[in-house]
């Protein structure tokens, strides 16, 4: 074979695979950045739900306190709050909702507590509804933000 042509190969070859190289290489790096960046809206997408439904359950348990349930619409925002977490949310996160929702309906059943009582504390005995919800996000959250790092 020509000399030539061997130093034309030769240099093709180098100028091909450089490229290739390069081609990988951004391909990874954008790859890594879309992933990076797709889980971080969805940790701040999550949170602000969370947030939002950690706040209306709170509500809800304060007004149980000294309020029957007169009107179940009440429960209207709760109940979509936890139909969105069922979009995104993990399993745990789901069931862990479902069971501050059924706590929460619990809590207007018993006789509702007077002024007087609320400023002595026995708000306290109350179960809190969000305690397992929380717990799971903080999880949740957990293994997003590991997966983003």
């Not at 190289?21 to 971080?40: C, E, G, K």
């Not at 709170?58 to 925002?77: F, G």
């Amino acid at each position: 074979m020509d000399t030539a042509w061997i130093s034309a190969f030769s240099a093709v070859m180098g100028s091909l695979v450089g490229a290739f190289t390069s081609f990988v290489t951004t391909y990874a790096n954008q790859r890594a950045q879309y992933r990076r960046d797709f889980l971080s809206r969805q940790f701040a997408q999550r949170e602000t739900l969370y947030s939002e439904f950690i706040n209306e359950a709170a509500r809800l348990q304060v007004d149980s306190l000294d309020h029957q349930m007169e009107q179940p619409s009440t429960l209207v925002a709760i109940y979509a709050l936890a139909n969105r977490i069922r979009l995104n949310g993990s399993d745990e996160v789901v069931q862990a909702a479902t069971v501050a929702i059924q706590t929460i309906i619990e809590s207007y059943r018993p006789p509702k507590m007077t002024a007087e009582q609320i400023r002595q504390g026995a708000y306290l005995e109350v179960p809190d509804p969000v305690k397992e919800f929380g717990e799971a996000c903080r999880k949740e959250l957990s293994r997003l933000y590991r997966a983003a790092s």
